[in-house]
């Protein structure tokens, strides 16, 4: 099978500066009065689109992703997805490499933040909000005046508050989480999706986050209502799909690039969670994606 095209955000000229990774259009000016259909790919960029106006489907990890009017997407670099967008569809599309770099330590921890979760529904206040400071961020990036790119970074952490703010109140979790459990959480996680492939074992994450194997597992599931044994199956159980619907690797290389030793093993865990093979889930997708085409 073909591997899952990995697009990226090409230099437009020889300068080396942030901005030569960073793009930002309105969604009118992309689609051209025409829709918008791409293939299952991956980006090695974060990328941002605010719909004021949308129809279309969307998926991201293999999981459908609403596309409506007034809602906030965001995907981190390395995650897949398929994307149709209607004609007549209104907002913004702002992308940027992961050498992009905000003005601060807390700006990029507030992006890494931000990106955890793909996204967000608002009301037409609030995405007013939003939408105004997108268009300063297009403005300055299209004059390039003096200090445009302090303006531009400003703005961009203003907006990753503004995210977490909305997202916290969607929530509306009865026992409020204190800043402290947050913060773990969110390490955890991001060591989760990067050392997947090592280790395994809830006790391995509780120790790299300075927390008894009890203290984590309380906080998962107070936040997200999952044991973080849950967590550790739901990443493998992604990479693994990474893998086989991305690559032409054989199931046997995969499972040692997930760190098994034993392939069956790997099978087995595969099965008891997804109901089929690792193969028979590739040639099922194949076949589904054919008949689209």
Partial sequence: ??????????????????????????????????????????????FILLLTKGIGNHEIDFVEQPVTDNSISI???GQ??????????EGYWLAFNKEFQLSSTTGNALLRKAASQNFLKLNEKRIGQFCSILKTILDEYTLR?????????????????????????????????NQYHQEKLQEFLELLETNISTKKHAAAYADMVNLSPFQLNSITKSLLGKTVANLIDDQ??????????????????????????????????????????????????????????
């Fill in 236 to 293: 493998i159980l992604l990479e693994a799909k990474r893998y086989l619907l991305g690559t032409p690797h054989q199931v046997s290389q995969i499972a040692d690039q997930l760190g098994y030793m034993d392939v069956s093993y790997f099978i087995r865990f595969f099965k008891k969670k997804m109901g089929v093979t690792p193969e028979a889930f590739r040639n099922n997708f194949e076949k589904s994606h054919s008949t689209l085409q």
């Fill in 1 to 46: 099978m073909k591997e899952i095209p990995i697009r990226s955000i090409l230099p437009l000229t020889s300068k080396n500066d942030d901005f030569e990774g960073f793009r930002i259009f309105k969604v009118s000016d992309i689609l051209l009065g025409r829709d918008l259909d791409q293939e299952l790919h991956r980006h090695d960029f974060y």
């Fill in 80 to 89: 897949v997805h398929r994307f149709e967008l209607k004609a007549g569809s």
């Fill in 75 to 77: 995907m981190r670099p």
């Fill in 145 to 177: 005046q003096t200090g445009f790119d302090f303006i531009i970074k400003a703005n961009l952490e203003i907006f990753f508050i503004l995210f977490l703010r909305c997202r916290q109140k969607e929530r509306d979790t009865s026992i409020k989480a």
